[in-house]
């Protein structure tokens, strides 16, 4: 039976977020840190012939129930764009969310995950890994367009304090254009740590897991999400019981090209609060939407910046236990960020 606002009698959605991300609304950018200049020079605003290069594994079967929910462990580092973001709430407590880089200096997220650290190369994120770099957030900028309340504008770029050295474990995934097919019955693959379990309160996923899932109308969704879906959100069928869920957040909806390469063409926002696996649709912000927004403030608060570039690696796993504690108050949509207090 489709949701409606008349099944929670009206009332608004409220989403578990930072903080900082319900007090900028209106403005495209809130500053997380800030610092003096530090050495060294930025060399790459957006990423060119670089970009959306994976590992090419063996296909796998992605039928297994191994879950992001309903899908399997990626590869190692097959998805070298993928970060891991740690999150600091106003109470105290610790949230998780993905994202995803689109240079050596921007992370690409949800605006409900304001992060102040940033992990790329990570697989296992509760072991100590070689290829795990953690880098901290100098600046964060979110869509002039964000609303809490109806998940509209649901972006937000983290700008890095230092400089991410590419490599065959950290690179960044490609950008759509501002004009982009709706990809409607296109399979895409979206990836995170998120909750393993339906009710979406677990733990997280200690390594990267993926989902093939096939995009839907928009018409369809709406029949289920009522008067938020817009053309700047796209949807991802729930019939399969594979999708998002928990602590995937920000992360990327990665588009395999025909040339191999892959592109992100939407970032996880939220899921019914149902449960993750209820077969309703799972909702993303439409990237090609806000590619224009994007490459503006890259450009613009990149062209005279300098950094420094990071060198060391992390010595400790960026989530110890990852029990995450679901916020009781979100009512027709369950904004996908995992919570700990256990970090």
Not at 53 to 61: I, K, L, M, N, T
Not at 80 to 97: D, K, Y
Request: glycine share 8%; charged share 15%.
């Amino acid at each position: 039976m489709p949701i409606s606002w008349d099944d929670v009698d009206q009332e608004p959605i409220e989403i578990a977020a930072p903080k900082a991300a319900t007090t900028a609304r209106t403005t495209a950018r809130t500053t997380v840190r800030t610092s003096s200049t530090p050495s060294g020079s930025f060399t790459t605003p957006l990423p060119g012939s670089y970009c959306g290069v994976g590992w090419q594994y063996p296909a796998d079967d992605d039928e297994e129930n191994n879950r992001i929910v309903g899908g399997t462990a990626t590869y190692p580092n097959e998805f070298p764009w993928q970060a891991f973001l740690r999150v600091e709430m106003s109470t105290g407590s610790i949230g998780f969310c993905g994202g995803s880089l689109i240079s050596n200096r921007w992370i690409l997220t949800a605006a409900h995950c304001l992060s102040v650290k940033v992990y790329l190369g990570a697989h296992n994120i509760t072991t100590y890994e070689t290829n795990r770099k953690s880098y901290s957030a100098m600046q964060v900028f979110i869509n002039p367009e964000w609303n809490q309340t109806t998940l509209a504008g649901d972006i937000a770029l983290i700008k890095l304090y230092s400089l991410v050295t590419f490599s065959r474990y950290i690179r960044p995934i490609c950008l759509p254009s501002t004009v982009e097919p709706d990809y409607v019955n296109q399979n895409v693959v979206v990836t995170g740590w998120g909750s393993s379990t339906t009710r979406g309160n677990s733990s997280l996923s200690p390594v990267l897991r993926k989902a093939t899932v096939p995009v839907i109308s928009n018409a369809e969704c709406r029949s289920i999400y009522k008067g938020i879906i817009t053309s700047k959100v796209m949807c991802t069928s729930g019939s399969s019981y594979r999708g998002t869920c928990n602590g995937d957040s920000g992360g990327p909806m990665n588009y395999r090209q025909s040339n191999g390469r892959w592109k992100q063409i939407g970032i996880v926002s939220f899921g019914s609060l149902v449960n993750c696996q209820s077969g309703r649709p799972y909702g993303y912000t439409r990237l090609s939407s806000y590619s224009s927004w994007v490459r503006a403030i890259v450009s613009a608060n990149s062209a005279s910046t300098t950094a420094r570039t990071q060198t060391t690696t992390t010595t400790a796993s960026p989530s110890s236990s990852a029990t995450i504690q679901t916020s009781s108050a979100i009512l027709l949509l369950v904004s996908l960020i995992s919570f700990s207090t256990n970090f």
